[in-house]
């Protein structure tokens, strides 16, 4: 079955300590956003590829990167990781970006626990 | 600008009762409207979505909502719950900004089934 896979589903890490998170996708969707979940909220954007071109959102830290080399595969870097990191994060997936009624694809998410 | 309200945010249901739970809106624009359901540490699933058309939407599982536009609303409902619903449920308002599809969310109802 085309789907979105995370990998790994859980993480922990210490203290300042760069940690990066997969996502990959079978649905061959060009569009791939990157959500951070903290416990008891609504997951929050943190940026999306179109293809290649990258969009962050305004209010995501500078910690934050990602990277994409290609359709399949997108990388979540936190590379100096705080206390306030600890979250689930989601990736998903969409085809197009003309249309704002698609519905968005999720992988099952990684529980990143900073230490 | 748009946002999402859900009132609630915790639900408790007996088997085989009624679900409600409730969702308004507000977007300057005609809203794509869409229900998610994550089970622990899980992604979301799409439960349903409304984009233009019959105003009630029938979506998997047994749910439905209807868009109501005088009220803003768009309200979950389920005629009878089962163990399995036990969830959190968020409601997303969709729109193309920008070149792409953005999606915010509401901040989750958690729906306990008492059996």
């Known amino acids: 079955d085309a789907m979105v896979i995370q990998n790994p589903r859980y993480q922990v890490t210490q203290f300042g300590k760069p940690v990066t998170l997969s996502c990959s996708q079978t649905l061959n969707h060009n569009v791939m956003y990157w959500y951070q979940q903290k416990s008891s909220q609504a997951p929050k954007l943190l940026f999306h590829?179109?293809?290649?071109?990258?969009?962050n959102e305004a209010d995501t830290p500078d910690n934050f990167q990602s990277r994409r080399p290609n359709t399949s595969f997108c990388f979540l870097d936190i590379r100096s990781p705080g206390l306030g990191d600890t979250a689930m994060y989601l990736c998903?997936?969409?085809?197009?970006?003309?249309?704002?009624?698609?519905?968005?694809?999720f992988g099952p998410g990684t529980r990143l626990t900073v230490l | 600008a748009q946002s999402v309200t859900q009132l609630g945010s915790h639900v408790s249901v007996s088997e085989g009762a009624l679900v409600l739970l409730r969702c308004n809106y507000s977007?300057?624009?005609?809203?794509?409207l869409f229900w998610y359901v994550q089970y622990p540490n899980q992604g979301l699933q799409l439960l349903l979505k409304y984009t233009t058309g019959a105003t009630l939407v029938k979506g998997i599982n047994g749910f439905e909502a209807e868009f109501k536009k005088s009220e803003t609303s768009f309200h979950l409902t389920k005629p009878s719950a089962h163990m399995s619903d036990a969830a959190e449920y968020f409601c997303a308002v969709s729109r193309y900004s920008g070149g792409y599809q953005k999606v915010t969310f509401g901040t989750g109802t958690k729906l306990q089934v008492i059996p």
């Open positions: 998903a997936t969409i085809q197009g970006r003309g249309s704002s009624y698609n519905e968005q694809f």
């Open positions: 977007s300057s624009v005609p809203p794509y």
């Open positions: 590829y179109y293809d290649k071109d990258f969009n």
